[in-house]
């Protein structure tokens, strides 16, 4: 499960596992308590890295495995933490075909990330994403809640510069 993409190392403290660890003992007899309890975990951290999952999965005597393809299947859980400044490129099909595709490379490029991955300082994580609904800008990017429409790749890194 482990992953070799680049982003802000864990850095859990023991609060917040002690946090976990009492939400756990509380739900953990309810039927059903695996989501709440993932759900308390991502409220705690802010994502769900590996070291969360093992302590949810040893406390409930469960295997990883499950804990990882609930993760995996649920869009609300991140398994990276996400940046200060949150970039969604849309991949939808109006910013596609006016070549969104090449805005999100050049982000790649820029800040040295993948989609899903954020930057080790913390700053920017990076997210494709079907539709912001604004086809008529397309194609869009967003910064956390700005949108920046009928982009050009020539666009990217003077947008970026600002933040």
Do not use: W
Not at 9 to 28: D, N, S
Not at 103 to 114: A, D, F, H, P, S
């Amino acid at each position: 499960m482990s992953t070799t993409k680049k982003t802000v190392p864990f850095h859990g403290t023991a609060e917040q596992e002690q946090e976990l660890i009492a939400a756990i003992h509380e739900m953990k007899d309810m039927e059903g308590c695996l989501m709440p309890i993932m759900q308390k975990a991502q409220d705690i951290y802010g994502y769900l890295p590996e070291e969360v999952q093992k302590i949810i999965a040893d406390e409930l005597d469960i295997p990883m495995e499950k804990i990882y393809g609930i993760a995996t299947f649920y869009s609300q859980f991140n398994l990276a933490p996400k940046g200060e400044n949150q970039i969604q490129v849309c991949l939808g099909t109006a910013c596609y075909v006016k070549g969104s595709g090449n805005i999100l490379r050049r982000v790649q490029e820029k800040l040295g990330i993948n989609t899903g991955e954020c930057t080790p300082d913390g700053k920017f994580s990076l997210d494709a994403c079907r539709c912001v609904g604004a086809c008529g800008l397309a194609p869009v990017m967003m910064i956390n809640e700005a949108v920046y429409g009928r982009l050009t790749v020539d666009d990217v890194d003077r947008i970026l510069d600002q933040y």
